[in-house]
Structure formats: structure tokens, C-alpha cells
């Protein structure tokens, strides 16, 4: 079992539509999570990141996170066709020694069509 | 602000010759930076990562190395390229210290013929 799983897609939705995007992991040591939106020949760029259960609000994007579930969602509203593109989750633990690994989804291919 | 830079942006190689790549971050200093191999519709993998100069950890031991000659440069390098070694390479640097979110650059992509 892989300690982050997510749906690869693809995912297609029409303009406007509210989009939910979900990870799954085993790892109860993971505490921090990160969303990160990456165009078709680009680097990965941070959308956000959360420490704590709940929800954490920017603009048209929501992270959740659920620790006692494990799982954490990317809801995005009124969508947009600049919003096509892969997303990526990322958690980890917080250990203070070292070089803070993080652990990658596979990444949800998402477009959004006009 | 920071700013990450990789170059080349894009590399076409025979199989056994050498590679190079090169990414520098600006604007900060003694950051962790990471590399990580991307395949056509694969994830990332984290190839290698560095907390100081000239301190390299590898997460994958295969015909690739790293070094770090400076407190914000690190480079990728591979004596024979293998035909496997092609995909999207990226250089990512964190801030020590503060949080655990990486900051990735535009990326390298190798297509080894």
C-alpha cells in the first residue's frame, strides 16, 4: 500500500462547476499538508498548505483536512479553464532533524472545459 | 523574494554520455534542496537531497549523483546515460526552519536517445 494515494483521473468538468480533489494516507505521522497545481511542462507551484483539522479558505480554493480519517480534499469553486491542470498532495511529519521529505500523490489530472 | 532557476530547460542525450544539470536558488540562504525525477504520468520521485554544502543524501542509488558546491547551487550529474534516466527533472529548495513546504523550479526535461 502506497502512503498517499490519490485518484490519477482524469478529471473533466465543465465551467463554474465546484471541483473536489482527495488523498488518502496511512502514515498518522503525517500533520502537514500541501496542494500543489502543476501545468502540463512547468514546475509544481504551492497552492497551500495546512497544519491543523479543518478547513483553510484562499480565494476560490478550500483545503480540508481530516486526521482522524486520514484524508484531505482541495475543493476549488467556480472553476476556471486556467484551473486545467495537475494537482499534486504533499504531507509530512514533523520531525525537526534532517531534511523534511515530503511525500508526494500521484497527482489528479483535472480540466476544465468552457 | 526567491527565486529557483534550472538550466537547461530542455536536453536531448545519447545513451553513455554525461549529464549536467543546474539549479540555483536566489535570495536565501542555507536552504534544503532537493532533487526529484518526474516520468510521463508518474509522480515525483526524490532523487537526492542536501541540508548543507557538500552534504548529499540519495534516496535513489542508481547511475546519478549530486553535489553541492555552494550554499544555493546543486547540481545533478550521471557519468552514461541510461535510456531510462529520460524525464522531467526538478530542483526544489525549502526554507530551514521555517515550515515544511517546498518550492520547486521550472524543470529539466531529458530525453536520453
Known amino acids: 500500500q502506497k502512503e498517499v494515494e490519490q485518484d490519477p483521473g482524469p478529471l473533466s468538468v465543465p465551467e463554474g462547476a465546484i471541483v473536489s480533489l482527495n488523498c488518502t494516507y496511512s502514515n498518522s505521522a503525517f500533520q502537514y499538508f500541501m496542494w500543489y497545481r502543476q501545468y502540463s511542462r512547468k514546475g509544481p507551484e504551492l497552492l497551500m498548505y495546512t497544519y491543523s483539522s479543518g478547513n483553510k479558505e484562499d480565494g476560490r480554493f478550500t483545503a480540508q483536512v481530516d486526521k482522524s480519517s486520514k484524508y484531505i480534499s482541495l475543493f476549488i469553486r467556480d472553476s476556471q479553464p486556467s484551473d486545467s491542470a495537475t494537482y499534486l498532495c504533499?504531507?509530512?511529519?514533523?520531525?525537526?532533524?534532517?531534511?523534511?521529505?515530503?511525500?508526494f500523490g500521484q497527482g489528479t489530472r483535472l480540466t476544465i472545459n468552457p | 523574494s526567491q527565486t529557483i532557476h534550472q538550466w537547461p530547460a530542455t536536453l536531448v542525450q545519447p545513451v553513455g554520455s554525461p549529464l549536467s544539470l543546474e539549479c540555483t536558488v536566489e535570495g536565501t540562504s542555507n536552504p534544503n534542496l532537493y532533487w526529484y525525477r518526474q516520468a510521463a504520468g508518474r509522480g515525483l520521485q526524490l532523487l537526492f537531497y542536501s541540508v548543507g554544502i557538500g552534504q548529499i543524501s540519495s534516496e535513489v542509488p542508481q547511475n546519478l549523483s549530486a553535489s553541492r558546491p555552494q550554499d544555493r547551487q546543486f547540481i545533478l550529474s550521471s557519468k552514461k546515460l541510461l535510456l531510462s534516466d529520460s524525464g522531467f527533472y526538478l530542483c526544489?529548495?525549502?526554507?530551514?526552519?521555517?515550515?515544511?513546504?517546498?518550492?520547486f523550479g521550472p524543470g529539466t526535461r531529458l530525453t536520453v536517445t
Open positions: 504533499a504531507m509530512s511529519d514533523l520531525e525537526g532533524q534532517g531534511a523534511q521529505k515530503l511525500v
Open positions: 526544489a529548495w525549502r526554507r530551514q526552519g521555517f515550515g515544511y513546504e517546498q518550492y
